[in-house]
C-alpha cells in the first residue's frame, strides 16, 4: 500500500479516536504531517467523497458514505473489540509495550501498540510464526492439521517439525506463550484475545526489557486476563469454554 493511502487511513483512524470534527493543523499535528502534505491529503480525501469540510468552522470530518461501513466493522468485530483500548489499558498499567498481532501468511503481522515513550514497536511489523512468542500463542489456537500445514508451508527441518507439537501443547496448556527476542534484550510474553469477540485471530503481546519482564511474567499474564475480560467482557469466557 502507497504510503498516501496509509495516511488517508490514518485520517480516519483519528476521527475513531477523537470522535470530533478536527482542523487541518490538529490532523498534521497528530500524524506528524507538515501543513503542504496535511491539506494537500484532506482535498484529495475530500475530493473522492470520504471527508467533509464545515467552512464556518474551517474542521473536517467523516461524511455520511462511511455509515456502511463503520456499522459493518461494530457488527463485525462488537462492541468488545477495541483492541486500541485493550492496549492502551495494558500499556498504562504496565509501562511495557503493548501490541496486537494477527496472521499473515507464515508471518504475525503488528497491527496496534501502546508503546511508552523510548520504546518501540512498528506497526506493520512482521514477525515468523515461528520462533516467536506471539507466533506460538497463535499456534496454540490451531489444530494438528493447520499446524503440521504451516510447518510444511515454511520447510522447517524434520527435528523441528518432530519438536513442534509438543511445544504448541505447552503454551496452550499454559495459557500463554513467552519468549527472548533475537539478541536477548527483549522478553515477550503473548496471549491469544478470545476468538468470540475478535472475528480475526489476534495475539497480545507484551515486551520489555529481559529480565524485568521474565522474572515478573506471572504476575504480567494474570494483569492481562484481567484486562481482556474487563474490556472483552463474558464473551472471552464464553470463548475459553468452547
Known sequence: MSRSATRALDV???FGTRRCPLR????????DL????????????????HLVFDARRKTYLPS???????????VLYGPGADVGDLLAEVGRRTNLVATASSP???????????IPEGAT????????????????????TLDDADIKRL???????????????????????????????????????????????????????????????????SALVEMARSVILDRCGRSSEAGEEG
Do not use: C
Open 151 to 217: 510447518m510444511v508451508r515454511a520447510r522447517l527441518d524434520e527435528a523441528r517439525m518432530h519438536a513442534l507439537p509438543s511445544e504448541v501443547a505447552a503454551v496452550r496448556a499454559r495459557g500463554f506463550a513467552q519468549g527472548p527476542s533475537a539478541d536477548d534484550r527483549i522478553w515477550s510474553i503473548a496471549l491469544p484475545l478470545p476468538a468470540a469477540v475478535f472475528q480475526v485471530p489476534t495475539v497480545l503481546g507484551i515486551a520489555g526489557p529481559y529480565e524485568a519482564v521474565r522474572e515478573d511474567a
Open 104 to 114: 499473515n501468511d507464515l508471518f504475525m503481522q503488528i497491527i496496534d501498540s501502546a
Open 121 to 140: 514497536a512498528e506497526r506493520g511489523l512482521r514477525i515468523s510464526i515461528f520462533g516467536s512468542a506471539v507466533g506460538s500463542a497463535y499456534l496454540s
Open 64 to 74: 455520511a458514505r462511511l455509515t456502511k461501513f463503520s456499522r459493518w466493522i461494530g
Open 34 to 49: 507538515n501543513p503542504s502534505s496535511t491539506n494537500q491529503m484532506l482535498k484529495t480525501m475530500i475530493g473522492s467523497g
Open 24 to 31: 487541518a493543523v490538529e490532523i498534521g499535528a497528530a500524524l
Open 12 to 14: 480516519l483512524e483519528l
